[in-house]
């Protein structure tokens, strides 16, 4: 069984920045890949970034791309979302996954309980 831990989510003014932080505990046979996923307020929870965990191609929404960078530490089992330029659109409760490279929730195997994001205008 595979455990997320997600940390590093909070109250941020519209320009700031934040790291997300996602911990990973137990062995995940069929994932190749780990993502971040958010939903904000009134809307469904859709795929933000993603990066693959031999090789570490990346996949952003167009949204964040040249904001948001996404990164892994194999050795620590942790993957990273750094967040830039933050905007208040990007309010969202964010969610650490485990999967197949894709944007499609459904292949997304496992996944944290989510941390707030709060960005203020």
């Known amino acids: 069984q595979v455990q997320l831990v997600e940390s590093g989510g909070g109250l941020v003014q519209a320009g700031g920045s934040l790291r997300l932080s996602c911990a990973a505990s137990?062995?995940?046979?069929?994932?190749?890949?780990m993502g971040w996923f958010r939903r904000a307020p009134g809307k469904e929870r859709e795929f933000v970034a993603a990066?693959?965990?031999?090789?570490?191609?990346?996949n952003y929404v167009t949204s964040v791309k040249g904001r948001f960078t996404i990164s892994r530490d194999n050795a620590k089992n942790t993957v990273y979302l750094q967040m830039n330029s933050l905007k208040p659109e990007d309010t969202a409760v964010y969610y650490c996954?485990?999967?197949?490279?894709?944007?499609?929730?459904?292949?997304?195997?496992?996944w944290g309980q989510g941390t707030q994001v709060t960005v203020s205008s």
């Open positions: 996954a485990a999967g197949r490279w894709a944007t499609v929730q459904a292949l997304y195997d496992y």
């Open positions: 137990g062995r995940a046979v069929r994932s190749d890949a």
């Open positions: 990066v693959k965990l031999i090789g570490g191609y990346t």
